[in-house]
């Protein structure tokens, strides 16, 4: 048994200063006060001392078995570690393939899937890579969603990008099927998480999906919506009629220069022009590659993508961008877990599953509880990745 002491808690809402009262893994109680000495089994005490308790971050987009490839084979993007994660105050994760979905199996993806669970953290994953046919385990999207139960989806798939196998509108309409059935009979969300390159074409696919009018816009989520200006400004009409937006907070300088939108920024502009901030997400692309490529396409240089890009977003959604601590929260925590139809998770309240996160004044990570265990402690890692080497 876990108590918190003395928390402000923004569960993302803010509900002012409790206790919190944690056991199997979930939260039994938030109150004003909780008389420690009158438990009747022993428990440990976290004190927080006034600081703010926040919801786990739900990092919804995240290469998991690693990304990239596109400069050789050298410069395939390594795997997560688990204090990749929880150092980041992530507490659960949905992984992904990406541009490479021959040497990066799904059943690779399923099987990471289960060893961070193992570790202590929460995990989803998507079948699927950028490629259409999709690559998948049973060699169906639909059975994959519904037979497999770490998977929720489909994804990422990538259109208007130089990297996608250019589906047809028919054909992503099929996957998007497959995964909205494959949901329904498994209790799933069934969404598709699709790439957006910078071609011209951007959204026009999914617009012309959802114009047929059998598949609902929420069925996708597309990411990457930050990544150019009319990229972002068709987002906004995207979300302003119902669908799902996902914007990258890993960057580089370079990026921003082109005319990417930072993730903060995109949600302050969402906010701004009305649209109804629920539909917004923000995702790491953590372990994925950030390449620059040059006008021929090719590779001029990478970075790799982190899930402490969420932190980074955060900071500046409060600090420079003028958002409130829940509205900056709601896109890592409420939002993704409504979207991707995740139990118990993204809200801190009696009977949701014991992730948090006791930020420090500066909105850094002081301790972070996964499952109802403590992970990370005054900014320090405690629980180890199997093959994690605490640092001396």
């Not at 629920?278 to 001029?300: C, Y």
């Amino acid at each position: 048994m876990l108590i918190i002491k003395n928390a402000l808690v923004y569960a993302p809402s803010p509900i002012g200063l409790r206790d919190i009262a944690i056991a199997g893994g979930r939260i039994l109680a938030i109150e004003e006060r909780i008389d420690e000495t009158r438990l009747p089994i022993a428990h440990e005490v976290v004190d927080a001392n006034g600081a703010i308790v926040v919801p786990g971050f739900i990092d919804g987009h995240v290469h998991v078995t690693g990304g990239g490839g596109e400069g050789g084979f050298s410069t395939r993007t390594p795997e997560l570690r688990l204090g990749d994660a929880t150092l980041a105050g992530v507490t659960t994760v949905v992984g992904v393939l990406g541009t490479d979905g021959v040497c990066r199996s799904v059943e690779a993806l399923v099987a990471k899937t289960y060893a961070l669970r193992e570790e202590g953290i929460s995990a989803w994953c998507y079948t699927g890579s950028y490629r259409v046919p999709a690559t998948t385990v049973t060699g169906d999207v639909m059975k994959d969603v519904m037979l497999i139960e770490p998977v929720i989806g489909a994804g990422e798939i990538a259109v208007s990008d130089h990297r996608s196998s250019r589906p047809s509108d028919d054909e992503l309409a099929r996957i998007a099927a497959g995964a909205r059935v494959g949901g329904m009979l498994s209790g799933k969300a069934g969404v598709v998480n699709v790439h957006l390159g910078d071609a011209p074409d951007g959204l026009g696919p999914l617009e012309r999906i959802a114009a047929a009018g059998d598949i609902p816009r929420a069925q996708f989520i597309p990411t990457h919506c930050n990544r150019n200006p009319a990229l972002f400004a068709s987002s906004i009409a995207w979300a302003r009629s119902g669908g799902r937006v996902d914007y990258t907070a890993s960057t580089v300088p370079a990026f921003l220069a082109d005319g990417e939108t930072s993730a903060a920024e995109a949600v302050s502009r969402l906010k701004a022009e009305g649209v109804d901030m629920s539909r917004a997400t923000v995702t790491s692309d953590g372990q994925g590659s950030l390449p620059r490529f040059d006008a021929a396409g090719i590779i001029t240089g990478l970075d790799v993508g982190s899930c402490s890009s969420l932190l980074g977003y955060l900071r500046e959604a409060v600090g420079t961008r003028g958002l409130s601590l829940e509205e900056a929260l709601a896109p890592i925590t409420s939002n993704p877990a409504a979207a991707l139809r995740l139990p118990r998770k993204g809200r801190l309240e009696a009977g949701m599953d014991a992730d948090l996160v006791v930020l420090t004044p500066e909105l850094g990570v002081g301790t972070v509880v996964a499952r109802g265990r403590v992970m990370v402690r005054d900014g320090g890692q405690v629980v180890l990745g199997v093959f994690e080497r605490r640092e001396d």
